[in-house]
């Protein structure tokens, strides 16, 4: 799958709190595009109702040839709740810059 907007590297940069506490606007954050996603990894994403928005989310469940996705802040996230389910374009690695770490999958609820 080619990279959005011909981007040379697989960066992107980060805006908007609906990440937070995970990644925070300016994060700059790693991405392998075209990689299948697995239910917890944070994922880039298009939706059909805003095909020129990408947006950094969770992975929680495949859904009808696409994938339900949430924020990990509730409170200012627009997401599947409400846009329904979303294209994976690629599977976030790691977090490059103000702290760099690898980004593993959250833990399932009650681990």
């Known amino acids: 799958m080619a990279r959005p907007g011909g981007n040379p590297l697989p960066l992107v940069r980060v805006v ?9 606007t300016g994060d700059v954050v790693l991405v392998h595009f075209g990689k299948p996603p697995r ?15 990408l947006s950094v989310k969770r992975a929680v469940r495949s859904d009808g040839g696409g994938w339900h996705v949430e924020g990990d802040n509730p409170f ?19 977090r490059l810059w ?8 959250r833990p399932a609820p009650g681990s």
């Open 16 to 24: 908007g709190p609906s990440m937070s506490p995970t990644l925070r």
């Open 98 to 105: 103000p702290r760099p770490r690898l980004l593993r999958r």
């Open 39 to 53: 239910p917890r990894d944070l994922v880039l994403v298009r939706w059909p109702a805003r095909p020129g928005q």
């Open 76 to 94: 200012a996230s627009t997401d599947s709740r409400t846009l329904g389910a979303a294209e994976v374009v690629g599977v976030v690695r790691a």
